[in-house]
């Protein structure tokens, strides 16, 4: 469980960036919350912050309990990242590039094998387990950047974006993983700028603008707050109202 | 899971990364192990033209007729006379001959009524491969001018002694393995040249490559400390750069060991002897270059811009030996705290034929451990701020 009270965090030497202003929020266990917004609203630095790369101004965030500034090395046991650089090393294989993860979160030998077949099996890369990943397509290297998250088997998992750069089929494959992991009773934050993504997958929304949260709820509830009779009306109401203009 | 099991799993993953990275590996590899013998075959290729120019001297003369003693010297000095072409200022200009013999036309005419027969050399002493026969006339003129000249006081009844009275006996210090100070200086240089480049790729592609290649930023979400990524990437780099030392060093040995080399009168060691006071002296360098080239490489966000970051360390690791070399003056007591500069001293030191001091030794570490702990800590640093993900 993710819990978020007044987090804030501004750039630039005088502060004057001010790329997360005030979100409180709770994605629960067992739920995909879709992070909603346009580019420039601060998902990526929310994310980061709950991902302890970075360090929040004021208010607090919490994994499970554990504090991401106190605690932070305990909530990177805790949680898998799936961030916008999602490099890998090309001339290492699939197998190897997990490996390198799991050997970092502290697992080794037998074990780390199996969890890392069971991860290919269900991903669809068993066949190119072994191969080096520098001729891999887009939709492959998401795969291995998606087990390389999930090798130690966190609870919770973030991913910024994740359908960046992803062809249909590749989308639909990690639609159908993250509805897995929700399954598994997992806790999933998700953002993305595209409103359709975010209402296929999302049990709950959240909408970002400017550093704030402006909307928060089903894709049924945000429609009904902002008085339209479709969510994309009802997102650009939503950011109208707080920006003052359309986005 | 502790801290050293992590950081053995960044060595190991970066080993592996590196020895599959075909361009850098092929390179460095390569470079180190051949630049070796190649280096070698130039210089004592250069080094046997000129003692073979030195030793069969061939002096174009003009006017041997005038001064037909002169010449006799000469050949049963073994110099081959021959006559001088008629453009020979020309022909020294543009290198074809090293020096000429002219003899005065009135050389005969001038002894005969007692004065100095004149006699004239002409060469270029800006010519570096016409030195030595350039100074082998000359040493040749001088001992026929005094042979002739003592001949003179015999015919007079005078001992030779009394028109010498100082007799110069050269005493020269230098161990055969002294001679070839160019050589040396090569070959010193190229250690720690090797220490240099050895890591240089490695360091800045774990670095500003991993930037590049976007996979920073997913490494620092796992539980692996900064300070275990830095150490980590460092041994690793280490290790190679140590490799690429130790098969430069071998490259050398093994030319020298066994490569048909053409014989230079230069007995020049690096026998195994050499190569371990080598080993032993560039270890700071090993350990301190990497850590070096590792911050720098984390200052860039991309490979090329790294590379360009890098050429100020280049410049000024390459230029200190130069500098050394030509500063003739005896090196002062404080350089052992320069680095580079000291295990430069060193490196000459060791092939010289003679084993560095141990205090020496122990000094030349002491700027290399501080850098390495600055470098790292920096680098530690760099990637716990937030700025690394821009």
């Not at chain 1, 997990?98 to 780390?112: D, E, I, K, Q």
């Amino acid at each position: 469980m993710i819990a978020l009270e007044h987090l804030a965090k501004a750039f630039g030497k005088r502060r004057e960036v001010q790329a997360v202003r005030d979100v409180s929020l709770v994605a629960p266990d067992g739920e995909i919350t879709g992070l909603l917004g346009p580019n420039g609203a601060g998902k990526t630095t929310l994310l980061r912050m709950i991902a302890t790369l970075v360090v929040p101004d004021a208010g607090r965030a919490e994994v499970d309990g554990q504090d991401v500034v106190a605690d932070r090395y305990d909530v990177r046991r805790r949680i898998g990242v799936l961030s916008d650089a999602r490099g890998l090393y090309p001339r290492l294989t699939a197998r190897e590039n997990v490996r390198y993860y799991g050997a970092l979160h502290g697992l080794a030998g037998a074990p780390l094998e199996r969890r890392i077949d069971a991860l290919f099996d269900t991903l669809g890369l068993a066949g190119i387990a072994d191969r080096r990943t520098a001729g891999f397509s887009q939709g492959e290297k998401m795969k291995v950047a998606i087990a390389r998250a999930l090798v130690h088997d966190p609870r919770t998992i973030l991913l910024d974006e994740p359908t960046n750069g992803l062809d249909i089929m590749s989308v639909r494959m990690l639609r159908d993983e993250l509805r897995t992991l929700r399954a598994q009773g997992r806790c999933l934050l998700f953002s993305s700028h595209v409103m359709q993504e975010v209402v296929a997958l999302c049990d709950r929304i959240v909408v970002l603008s400017h550093g704030r949260v402006v909307a928060e709820g089903t894709a049924a509830d945000l429609t009904a707050q902002a008085a339209t009779t479709n969510l994309e009306d009802a997102f650009v109401a939503l950011l109208g109202a707080e920006e003052g203009t359309i986005a | 899971m502790s801290s050293v099991q992590r950081t053995l799993a960044i060595v190991r993953k970066e080993l592996v990364d590196t020895f599959r990275d075909r361009r850098t590996g092929t390179v460095t590899l390569l470079s180190s192990i051949l630049a070796g013998p190649i280096l070698l075959m130039l210089i004592f290729n250069l080094m046997a033209s000129q003692a073979g120019r030195a030793r069969d001297l061939t002096l174009p003369v003009q006017g041997a007729e005038h001064a037909p003693a002169v010449v006799a010297f000469l050949e049963r000095q073994q110099v081959k006379v021959m006559p001088a072409p008629g453009d020979y200022e020309a022909a020294i200009r543009r290198g074809d001959l090293d020096v000429v013999l002219v003899v005065d036309d009135g050389f005969m005419h001038d002894v005969a009524g007692g004065r100095p027969g004149r006699v004239r050399l002409v060469y270029d002493r800006s010519r570096d491969r016409a030195r030595a026969s350039i100074d082998q006339a000359e040493t040749l003129l001088a001992a026929y001018n005094r042979l002739w000249g003592e001949q003179r006081l015999m015919l007079r009844g005078v001992t030779a002694s009394v028109a010498n009275p100082l007799r110069i006996e050269n005493a020269d210090l230098a161990t055969p393995q002294q001679s070839g100070a160019l050589v040396l200086f090569l070959v010193a240089y190229y250690g720690l040249f090797a220490a240099l480049m050895g890591g240089m790729a490695v360091a800045l592609d774990t670095t500003a490559g991993e930037r590049e290649r976007q996979s920073l930023e997913p490494l620092l979400t796992t539980p692996a400390r900064p300070l275990e990524i830095v150490v980590g990437k460092w041994l690793a780099v280490v290790a190679f750069d140590a490799l690429v030392v130790v098969l430069t060093l071998t490259g050398f040995y093994l030319t020298l060991a066994f490569a048909p080399l053409p014989p230079v009168g230069v007995p020049f060691l690096f026998g195994s002897r050499e190569f371990g006071r080598f080993l032993i002296v560039l270890v700071p360098m090993v350990l301190m270059l990497p850590a070096l080239l590792l911050y720098i490489g984390s200052r860039a966000k991309a490979y090329r811009e790294a590379q360009a970051n890098v050429s100020v360390l280049l410049f000024v690791v390459s230029l200190i030996p130069l500098v050394q070399l030509f500063m003739q003056r005896k090196e002062p007591s404080w350089l052992m705290l320069v680095p580079v500069s000291a295990q430069y001293s060193l490196l000459n030191t060791s092939l010289r034929g003679e084993a560095p001091a141990l205090a020496q030794l122990a000094l030349s570490w002491l700027a290399p451990l501080v850098l390495i702990a600055l470098a790292l800590g920096a680098f530690a640093r760099r990637l716990s701020r937030e700025s690394i993900l821009a």
